[in-house]
């Protein structure tokens, strides 16, 4: 069961749409980089790794539309959709996660594609004059009302 019943039933599926495509080319230019992953979990382990993932309203509509259930209040140590170093919320998971590796090879690229892509995703919430509300992850996990204003 997901959390979908606390997320705004306003959301509309195109803006879902077009934050996927986001995504979509955020992945390709994360692939085209090649980063290595070692499935240690360390990108979910937040407090442990001296990490916060934050993500903005849109995404967090999208993640809480599609996530596995997952217990409130969370813990914002780590991340709820982590099981066994594997992620259970891949497909939804938002920008940071995509763009996020351990890699020290790609740490300089790491931060470049950030910047681009979460532009993209501020320029769509313009575009579509909604407000942009970019906070740590568990703010929305724990408030899914915050997830999206339309």
Request: overall charge negative.
């Amino acid at each position: 069961m997901n959390q979908s019943k606390d997320v705004d039933s306003r959301f509309s599926s195109s803006l879902e749409l077009e934050v996927s495509r986001i995504y979509a080319d955020a992945d390709a230019e994360v692939k085209s980089a090649g980063p290595v992953c070692l499935s240690s979990g360390k990108c979910c382990r937040f407090k442990e790794y001296d990490h916060t993932l934050f993500i903005s309203s849109m995404e967090a509509a999208v993640l809480l539309k599609h996530a596995p259930h997952y217990d409130k209040p969370t813990n914002p140590g780590f991340c709820p959709f982590q099981k066994e170093n594997l992620c259970t919320a891949r497909e939804p998971r938002p920008l940071g996660c995509r763009i996020y590796f351990c890699d020290p090879a790609y740490q300089g690229k790491m931060v470049e594609l950030s910047e681009k892509y979460t532009r993209k995703l501020k320029d769509l919430a313009d575009e579509k004059q909604l407000p942009w509300h970019y906070a740590p992850l568990h703010h929305f996990l724990d408030n899914p009302e915050n997830a999206v204003a339309l």
